[in-house]
């Protein structure tokens, strides 16, 4: 075997996925079901929308490519759903500051079109009136998370890759030059010289067990399921604060609203993060204030029934870059974890250049930025 990736959510079943395509042979292992942890609490967001230039945009816009060609392979299953975003300002400041970024991003190779307040109906006929303004973002899409990774997991599988479920990694095996040699479970050893860290918000633990520091911290967020309904909401649209809320490394609660249809119908509504550790509460105060804040975007689902909620945990590091790639300080430990709220987006580039390293290629982006060892040692 040549590698072990821990961790079967959409990271984990894409690094098995391109690792297999390039001819290697895998085995993805889970303490849990395929996307039993962070995926499958995920909206499916496939954004370049909310990155500033820089690094993860960069990963976001490789990723985009990939999804397209992805969406291709695995076939309508997967519910890829290229269908933009439209970030919206309620005030002329607001709308200036969305220029401002939407101008930076350009440079980097984002297409955003500036969209007048009085034309903001023709792109969503129920959008609230009075808005600024906005921007949409034509390479903005959507996937079903759990059913994309489940389906990347199944083409590893026809390329030969092997898939464990429900047996935790209990240790990372390490030889006398300190060199990975594998992964042992409660029932069994995997032996192979590369493990790749794909262990979402448990991956500061799996790095523990190989005897490095990553801070991996979870972060919660909740998400609305509203009754089937038409239509009426065609984009993924949210508010302005939403893109400052994805950048803070705050540990309060923070709202702000994002909205989207489904072709099942359901309208989901978030977003909201927080850091309360593995605290699977239910909130009523976040529950009330994305509610009231979708139906302030769309008043239309003033009188609609939220059907159910769900809560997930991201998995987040503290500069809000993921950790991608070999860590110089175990030879043949791979990390590919730390993606935070975009991990389902960056997902297909974190699996492609992941592959390249194990398969010994130079990777297609620069991966100094993620270094996995750019974090000082817990005291």
């Known amino acids: 075997m040549d590698a072990v990736v821990v961790g079967a959510g959409v990271v984990g079943a894409a690094c098995a996925y391109y690792a297999a395509r390039a001819g290697l042979a895998v085995a993805v292992v889970d303490r849990g079901p395929v996307s039993g942890g962070t995926t499958g609490a995920g909206e499916g967001n496939l954004l370049v929308s909310d990155k500033e230039p820089g690094p993860e945009l960069d990963l976001a816009l490789l990723s985009t490519r990939l999804w397209r060609d992805l969406a291709e392979q695995l076939g309508p299953e997967a519910e890829y759903e290229p269908k933009g975003g439209l970030v919206v300002a309620a005030t002329e400041a607001g709308q200036d500051a969305l220029r401002t970024f939407a101008a930076e991003q350009g440079h980097a190779g984002v297409t955003a079109e500036e969209v007048p307040g009085e034309r903001l109906r023709e792109l969503e006929p129920h959008l609230a009136p009075g808005l600024a303004g906005g921007f949409h973002y034509p390479q903005d899409a959507q996937v079903q998370p759990a059913l994309a990774a489940a389906h990347l997991l199944r083409e590893a599988r026809r390329l030969g890759a092997v898939l464990i479920t429900g047996e935790a990694v209990t240790s990372v095996e390490r030889g006398p030059d300190g060199a990975v040699r594998g992964v042992r479970t409660a029932h ?84 909201s993060r927080e850091r309360v550790g593995f605290d699977r509460t239910m909130s009523q105060e976040v529950l009330r204030r ?60 974190t699996g492609l250049l992941i592959s390249e390293q194990l398969a010994g290629k130079r990777p297609e982006l620069d991966l100094a930025p993620f270094r996995p060892d750019r974090f000082r040692e817990a005291a």
């Open 188 to 271: 069994r050893e995997l032996l192979a010289p590369a493990v790749v860290n794909a262990a979402g918000t448990w991956g500061g633990e799996l790095a523990a067990l190989a005897g490095v520091h990553l801070p991996v911290l979870p972060r919660r967020g909740f998400v609305l399921v509203t009754e089937p309904l038409p239509r009426i909401v065609r984009h993924k649209v949210y508010a302005a604060d939403y893109v400052a809320d994805v950048a803070s490394g705050s540990a309060a609660l923070q709202t702000s609203a994002v909205v989207e249809g489904t072709p099942g119908g359901p309208v989901l509504i978030g977003a």
């Open 290 to 349: 994305l509610a009231g804040q979708a139906a302030a975007l769309f008043p239309v689902l003033e009188d609609v029934t939220v059907m159910r909620f769900y809560r997930g945990f991201r998995p987040y590091l503290p500069d809000h870059l993921p950790a991608i790639g070999e860590d110089p300080r175990v030879p043949g430990l791979y990390h590919a974890c730390g993606h935070e709220g975009a991990g389902i987006g960056l997902a297909p580039a």
